[in-house]
């Protein structure tokens, strides 16, 4: 079992940034790809952004591009989600996911933290 907890959300200006942070325990955590996801009210929860354990890899979605920069340090447990530019769209609760593979995480995680929510408005 890996146990994930969010934390960094708030309320932010447009253009403003946050950083996020995941803390996992329970496992290694240097042996699963780590993901970021986010779900607004109403819509679906979306793809955000993925990196590999090693932390070679990283991997992004399209909405987010350029503005978002996820990493990792393994020794502290922790990963990142460096927002900038951000714009009320983004408003959403942002989750971390945990899965031992980078496409896996990015499609089915196994595990979930609880979320913490992101507000973008002036």
């Known amino acids: 079992q890996v146990q994930l907890v969010e934390s960094g959300g708030g309320q932010v200006q447009p253009g403003g940034s946050l950083r996020l942070s995941c803390v996992a325990s329970g496992r290694t955590i240097s042996d699963y790809a780590m993901g970021w996801f986010r779900q607004s009210p109403g819509k679906e929860r979306e793809f955000v952004a993925a990196i590999s354990g090693s932390a070679i890899f990283t991997y992004y979605g399209n909405a987010v591009k350029g503005r978002f920069t996820v990493s990792r340090d393994n020794a502290k447990n922790t990963v990142f989600l460096q927002m900038n530019s951000l714009r009320p769209e983004d408003t959403a609760v942002y989750y971390c996911?945990?899965?031992?593979?980078?496409?896996?995480?990015?499609?089915?995680?196994?595990?979930w933290g609880q979320g913490t929510q992101v507000t973008v408005s002036s």
């Open positions: 996911a945990a899965a031992p593979a980078l496409v896996q995480v990015t499609k089915t995680p196994d595990y």
